[in-house]
């Protein structure tokens, strides 16, 4: 089943691959961003070239007017939304716990965990009778939930955990309605939240040639998107409250 799906984060590394592919399965894609209208220009430029459409749209998914307006973008532009891809997340600064503050703290759960939310309560809204008729909702995690994160953040994994918890909860309350959620969990993958890591990417990799079995290498978002559209897919229908670890073995 394809329809009109909301991709936030989308435009760059995870967002940008699950964003194109959509694209390319027959989706009408929303392609939103919070900072570079460049990037997402071209994550939509690349949707249209291979035959879809999309369009692109600014919003802090952490602020709640924004997300309000984000789908009713949408719903102008493509009708209401029939599937949603919780992406756009922070991983904040990295810091000792001994010297985290309450704002750094609130900050990375008002755009993992409040934002992952609200845009699922849009989406839900959207999905539900007498209008709606389901649809599909997936959430990007992390591998950090179980594994505590990489030095310094503890909040990130921490607001991870939170959305395996909210999808397993989404999951039992609107499964009813015929609504799907699950989840993602992505190890080591190249995108520019490492830019925010001590280290940066080169100490991702380095990261990954100790840890990951498979092949020492981290995982590209291409991979991550193709475990997302299957989510999405009818081939997963009987599929709701998974989480699933996509990290090579890690």
Known sequence: ???VVLVTGAGRGIGAGIARLAGK????VGVNYSRSA????????????????????KGDVGEEKDVVAMFEAM???????????NNAGILGTPTSTTKLGADLVANVLRVNVTG????????IRRMSPPTGKGGVIVNIGSIAARTGGMAGCVTYAASKGGV???????????????IRVNCIRPGLIESDI???????????????????????????????????LWLLSN????????????????
Request: proline letters at 3%; aromatic letters at 4%.
């Open 38 to 57: 460049a990037d997402a220009n071209k994550v939509a430029a690349d949707i249209e070239r291979s035959g879809g459409k999309a369009i692109t749209i």
């Open 25 to 28: 399965r027959g989706y009408k």
């Open 1 to 3: 089943m394809t329809g």
């Open 194 to 228: 490492h830019d925010a890591a001590s280290g940066g990417i080169e100490a991702s990799r380095k990261a990954a040639k100790a840890t990951v079995p498979l092949g020492g290498r981290m995982g590209t978002p291409e991979e991550i998107a193709n475990m997302a």
């Open 116 to 123: 992952t939310l609200m845009c699922a309560r849009e989406a």
């Open 235 to 250: 081939e997963a229908s009987y599929v709701t409250g998974a989480i699933y670890d996509v990290s090579a073995g890690r």
């Open 75 to 85: 719903d102008k532009t493509f009708g209401p939304v029939t599937a949603l891809v």
């Open 164 to 178: 395996d918890s909210l999808t397993l909860g989404l999951a039992k309350e609107f499964g009813g309605l015929n």
